[in-house]
């Protein structure tokens, strides 16, 4: 310990704010360049699939602004969601990408620190609790680019910086590992309802008669029925807020901020007490409950892994007859856009009551659900054993990685981070 330093991030760092780009150039042609700004800057992860993008033609003229594998990148205004700091970091194997106005990119500007140890250094607790205090600003709160290098830390010596940012990493890669995999399971899940209930590809299909129907051609003993004809849309609600024991008990409370870019939703920002959720108006809605978001963040579904309430900005939909939930919870992903074209309200987009009402679906007879429920089925229980390995991952990883940048766990006494 002795050797480790007391150093500001000026001191062995060089920061650069991305450049000016004019949102009317904005393309959403895949063949260019993704762009890296603040709203698509989440917590150590860059969410490119909503990235705005950039023409290819202008990549040579905008070297300065090139992000490379290993850069830090820091979200400047709204630097925060609800779980944390805005911050991420280029993987090998991202997009080439530009770095926009009011995003930093940092980089090791000395041999003193290495670029991996950087992004723990920025992903631990004792910066996110540096940045949240100095932020400003009421319409746009914001931090500059002095206060992000007026961070200071405690430095180790490169050997032991190595050493941290390995075992570190290897939390990182397995969790990067089972996140590939729910993509994949999640997608195989996707194509499996597309071919049987949109394409009509079900098991039987050669020998089946299409009729018509206001939806198009149907199979023969297939119905077309409002979505309320086949499951419950249920309401939520929140406790007071200014009722303290309302708050901070067991009970996930979930609301759109919450709302996952998966399957499962493990837990939540919000915790209700026994006595808040006897005090409003959701019911405790068990696992595999279908939520999707009804106001503000539009269309966002998601299925509880554990007993969960809800907030009024939000809809359950619960399978009537015994529906399966999961079959249930596909249906409704491929209604979203339906859903979003036919909001309401005045001030901002609303999904209410009778847009459910007035929304049509294919329904098939019970036992090609129950057959399709035996195929996907397992794979909802793998994505949600995979969720529940990471958060335990993550769980573990966050609890060392302030002890080891403190210098509390002796780094040269822990095992290597374990081949596969």
């Known amino acids: 310990m002795s050797s480790w330093q007391k150093v500001k991030l000026a001191d062995c760092v060089e ?139 405690t430095l180790p010596p490169l050997p032991i910086q190595h050493r941290i940012a390995g075992i570190l990493s290897a939390y990182d890669d397995l969790i990067e590992n089972s996140q590939r995999r729910i993509k994949i399971l999640e997608e195989m899940a996707r194509r499996l309802y597309r071919e049987w209930f949109v394409h009509f590809r079900f098991p039987g299909h050669e020998g089946c008669t299409f009729v018509d129907s206001p939806l198009g051609g149907i199979p023969e003993g297939w119905e077309v029925k409002a979505f309320t004809a086949i499951a419950d849309v249920l309401s939520g609600g929140t406790p007071k807020t200014d009722i303290a024991h309302y708050w901070d008990g067991e009970i996930p409370f979930f609301t759109p901020r919450d709302a996952p870019d998966c399957f499962y939703l493990q837990d939540t920002e919000k915790h209700v007490s026994d006595a808040g959720l006897a005090r409003c108006a959701s019911l405790l809605y068990p696992p595999d409950t279908v939520f999707i978001t009804a106001r503000g ?80 089925d397992p794979i909802f229980e793998q994505v949600n054993t995979l969720q529940r390995q990471i958060q335990n991952l993550r769980r573990t990883r966050d609890l060392l990685l302030p002890r080891l940048l403190s210098g509390q766990i002796d780094v040269e006494a822990l095992p290597g981070p374990a081949a596969d």
């Open 15 to 153: 920061l650069l704010a991305g450049f000016p780009f004019k949102s009317h150039r904005f393309t959403d042609n895949p063949s260019d360049v993704p762009l890296v700004k603040g709203e698509n800057v989440s917590q150590g992860r860059i969410l490119w699939d909503i990235s705005k993008r950039w023409p290819a033609s202008g990549w040579d003229d905008l070297e300065k602004f090139h992000l490379v594998p290993g850069d830090v990148v820091v979200a400047m205004d709204r630097p925060w969601i609800p779980a944390g700091l805005k911050w991420s970091y280029i993987r090998e194997g991202d997009p080439k990408a530009l770095l926009v106005q009011r995003c930093a990119r940092l980089r090791s500007s000395n041999g003193c620190l290495d670029q991996d140890f950087l992004r723990f250094v920025i992903g631990g607790p004792e910066f996110e609790g540096y940045v949240k205090p100095v932020t400003t600003g009421v319409n746009v709160p914001h931090i500059s680019g002095k206060q992000i290098l007026d961070f200071e830390f």
């Open 297 to 376: 963040t539009v269309g966002k579904v998601a299925l509880p892994a554990v007993d969960m309430a809800m907030n009024q900005s939000c809809y359950a939909l619960r399978g009537k007859a015994g529906l399966s939930q999961r079959f249930l919870f596909l249906m409704t992903l491929q209604q979203v856009q339906y859903l979003k074209k036919n909001t309401g309200g005045a001030t901002f987009d609303t999904i209410v009551v009778d847009t459910f009402k007035r929304m049509e679906v294919v329904t098939p007879p019970t036992i090609i659900v129950s057959q399709f429920s035996n195929k996907i």
